[in-house]
């Protein structure tokens, strides 16, 4: 039995149905749709022409289907009632009310799973279709990597079957109810923004033992919009509380996620090409070095020497990153020397 869950938030006349549609038209279709309804301002989905055929289409299709409404307590919610009132169904298909699923996506997805009781999680290639761009080389599904947030799963190269094991799934998959409720669901303690909440669910369906698999077979593609959903929520502190969260999460289960040695360069393309003539020195002295730069460009020939995180992951994981400002830096220290030793003082190279 295969419960499909959709956690919504604000894009009843966008891309809900589309998404809804994409699994009506799965080659293999799941026995339940459950929608998430997290609108502030809900709407009776039985009621508009459009949710109305698509409601009874799932009908006709002998797909049973829930609308479950909230009160805004965000999506990590639905995710752990699709786990607590749904024991009849041993497999969950995550979709993001913006995704959109290739027609078998389900299909591989699940024939990867069964295949082995200790698969926990499958997901595929979760693309935006606007970005062609082949996969950067550091791109990554390591734990240790995940403040560089550049994900395997974002890039579609057609073609591209691989199929391999990884420590953490992002966005959409399809997982083991059963795994889920051995490491007790979902981290509740996450906020209504739910930042990071299905790295926590399959990293730590890893470290209990189960695998996480990328079918690159599996293509759902994911129409990113500017606003509406967690990006809607412009409250930061709730991003950096979430942050916390997940750094306990990875201390408890000794995950070195550490940045080692930070610099941040939120400043001019000169200045961080004057600090790219220090990074030997750098490197050669601190064992791990992570680069936060406004220009990240600057230091493509660097990037199997240091760790590249962006700047929105800079001030989520450091917080006021003020601190970081060269030149306030030589303000409060009356520096007059050149700024090239500035830095060397600063960072203490």
Known sequence: MILCEICTSGRYESTLPLAIQSVAMQSMLPDKLLIYDDNENKVNLTQPPLYYYLLNMLHRLDMQWEILPSNK??????????????????????????????????????KTIIK???????????????ITEKMPIDASNKIEDIYKGINEQWFYNKGDDEIKEVDH??????????AAIEIGGYDMRLSKVGHREETIL????????????LNK??????????????????????????????????????????LGKVIVLENGVGDHYMFKMLLPE?????????????NPGVFWDYRDKVNMIGMDQARLTLGDI?????????????????????????YQI
């Open 73 to 110: 307590k965000g999506q990590i919610y639905g995710h752990q009632y699709a786990l607590d009132a749904h024991s009849d169904y041993e497999f969950i298909w995550r979709l993001d009310d913006d995704e959109i699923a290739m027609p078998n996506t389900l299909e591989i997805l699940y």
């Open 116 to 130: 082995n009781e200790k698969i926990g999680a499958v997901g595929g290639i979760v693309a935006q279709p606007n």
């Open 169 to 178: 799934l992002y966005s959409s998959f399809l997982y083991r109810r059963s």
């Open 202 to 213: 399959t990293y730590g369906m890893k470290h209990a033992g189960y695998k996480n698999i």
């Open 217 to 258: 077979n599996a293509v759902t593609w994911h129409f990113r919009m500017p606003d509406g959903g967690i990006r809607g929520e412009k409250e930061k502190f709730l991003w950096q509380a979430d942050e916390r969260v997940f750094e306990l999460n990875m201390k408890d289960w000794e995950v070195d996620i550490s």
């Open 282 to 294: 750098l490197i050669e002295k601190y064992d791990k070095v992570t680069i936060a730069a406004s």
């Open 322 to 346: 003020e601190k970081f400002n060269i030149y306030k830096w030589c303000t409060e220290n009356k520096w007059k020397g050149h700024m090239l030793n500035a830095y060397r003082r600063m």
